[in-house]
């Protein structure tokens, strides 16, 4: 069984296009994360929702848009889609993170490649 | 802001041998959380070893370890007896302790391991 899973893996699209990644968790937790991993291999927090509710929205473009449905699930929208925007995108989720040494679990990513 | 150091992008190891790879920290916060993941070539992001700042003993997983040095702000990873399967990218990561908790981890730049046969 998969604990966070991502649809697609790979997605190619052109610019100027809206695409969206999905993500799921079946671990029960509360939070989940999106990460953003860029060319370099950096890796860096884009949102936080807890329970739903956006707790992070770190520097990012508002073209992106974290929707929560419900607490399992967590997916990333992102219109007018950029060059740059080409990377990995993460989802994480974890328990409280109040708990502070709760691991997080990563998806296995999705490598948006925009042309 | 806290900000997270890992000096070497490249390291490579001899099969068996054992490897340390290096990372350092910034924060005025004294309740933190400090991480290894690996990232296979698979990409998915496995974590490999924790440490609460505020226990003094030294966090051990099989053959990882790691060296723990509060004061200097370091935090490096010890891999013994390497095996293939340990080649990998490595990230160093930081999360601060509850007054601050979002969850928000703080990735260094990662460190690219080779085990050679």
């Known amino acids: 069984d998969t604990a966070v899973s991502q649809t697609p893996k790979y997605l190619v699209t052109q610019m100027g296009n809206d695409k969206s990644i999905k993500c799921e968790q079946n671990?029960?937790?509360?939070?989940m994360y999106w990460y953003k991993q860029d060319s370099k291999k950096f890796l860096k927090i884009m949102f936080s929702?807890?329970?739903?509710?956006?707790?992070i929205n770190e520097t990012v473009p508002n073209r992106f848009s974290p929707k929560s449905p419900d607490k399992a699930h967590l997916n990333l929208h992102i219109n007018s889609l950029e060059l740059g925007d080409s990377a990995v995108y993460f989802c994480?989720?974890?328990?409280?993170?109040?708990?502070?040494?709760?691991?997080?679990?990563f998806g296995p990513g999705t490598r948006l490649t925009v042309l | 802001a806290q900000t997270v150091t890992q000096s070497q992008p490249e390291m490579s190891v001899q099969e068996a041998e054992t490897v340390t790879l290096s990372c350092t920290y910034d924060?005025?916060?004294?309740?933190?959380?400090l991480f290894w993941y690996k990232q296979p070539p698979s990409r998915q992001m496995i974590l490999v070893i924790r440490?609460?700042?505020?226990?003094?003993q030294n966090a051990t997983e099989n053959r990882f370890s790691v060296n723990f040095q509060k004061a200097a702000k370091s935090f490096s990873l010890k891999i013994s007896d390497s095996q293939l399967g340990d080649a990998a990218m490595y990230f160093c990561?930081?999360?601060?302790?509850?007054?601050?908790?979002?969850?928000?981890?703080?990735f260094g730049q990662g460190t690219t391991l080779q085990v050679k046969p």
């Open positions: 994480a989720s974890s328990q409280d993170p109040l708990a502070g040494d709760n691991e997080q679990f």
């Open positions: 671990l029960g937790h509360d939070t």
């Open positions: 929702y807890n329970n739903k509710e956006l707790i």
């Open positions: 924060t005025s916060e004294s309740d933190y959380y």
């Open positions: 440490q609460e700042a505020y226990k003094q």
């Open positions: 990561a930081y999360k601060a302790g509850y007054s601050g908790n979002t969850g928000k981890l703080i």
